[in-house]
C-alpha cells in the first residue's frame, strides 16, 4: 500500500525561492516580531543550498570529464595502464 508521501514530487528549486519570497514578505509585516520565522527561513536557505551545491558539483564533474582526455576513451590513459 502507498502513502501519500510516495507520490510526491521533490521540492524544486523555484519552490524554495518561491518559499523564501514568501517568509520574506511575512517577515516584513511581522516588524519586530519577524525573528520567529528565523527557523523557517534557515531551513529554505538549507535545502535551498544543498539542492544549489548538488548542481554544481555535478556540472564541476561533467566539465572534468570533457576536458580529460584520459577518461574519453577507457577512462585510463596509456601511461597508467603500463
Known amino acids: 500500500m502507498s502513502t501519500r508521501s510516495d507520490k510526491r514530487k521533490p521540492v524544486t528549486l523555484d519552490e ?20 520567529l520565522y528565523l527557523p523557517i527561513w534557515r531551513a529554505l536557505e538549507r535545502e535551498r ?5 548538488k548542481h554544481v558539483i555535478l ?4 566539465a572534468r570529464l570533457a576536458r580529460s582526455p584520459s577518461t574519453q576513451s577507457t577512462g585510463r590513459t596509456a601511461a597508467q595502464s603500463s
Open 59 to 62: 556540472a564541476a564533474a561533467q
Open 49 to 53: 543550498d544543498k539542492r544549489v551545491e
Open 16 to 35: 524554495i525561492e518561491a518559499g523564501l519570497d514568501l517568509v520574506a514578505r511575512r517577515m516584513e509585516k511581522l516588524g519586530s516580531r519577524a525573528d
